[in-house]
């Protein structure tokens, strides 16, 4: 069984960070980033410190 790493897809819209969850995940991108949107939303705009920190924090995917 492979190992699946968490990285930024090099296919998002912005950084990849959603892109990068829905593929770890198994998920379709969009979903994950209406979720992201929600919970964005529904907790005071925490979301939006949280995606700068992902985007830091993750490594990108290589080419």
Do not use: H, Q
């Given at each position: 069984?492979?190992?699946?790493?968490?990285?930024?897809?090099?296919?998002?819209?912005?950084a990849?960070?959603?892109?990068?969850?829905?593929?770890?995940?198994?998920?379709?991108?969009?979903?994950?980033?209406?979720?992201?949107?929600?919970?964005?939303?529904?907790?005071?705009?925490?979301?939006?410190?949280?995606?700068?920190?992902?985007?830091?924090?993750?490594?990108?995917?290589?080419?």
């Open positions: 069984m492979e190992k699946k790493k968490l990285m930024r897809s090099n296919r998002g819209m912005i990849g960070v959603c892109a990068g969850i829905a593929d770890y995940l198994e998920l379709d991108p969009t979903v994950v980033r209406v979720v992201y949107a929600l919970l964005t939303f529904f907790t005071a705009f925490m979301g939006v410190i949280a995606y700068f920190i992902l985007w830091i924090v993750m490594p990108k995917r290589p080419i």
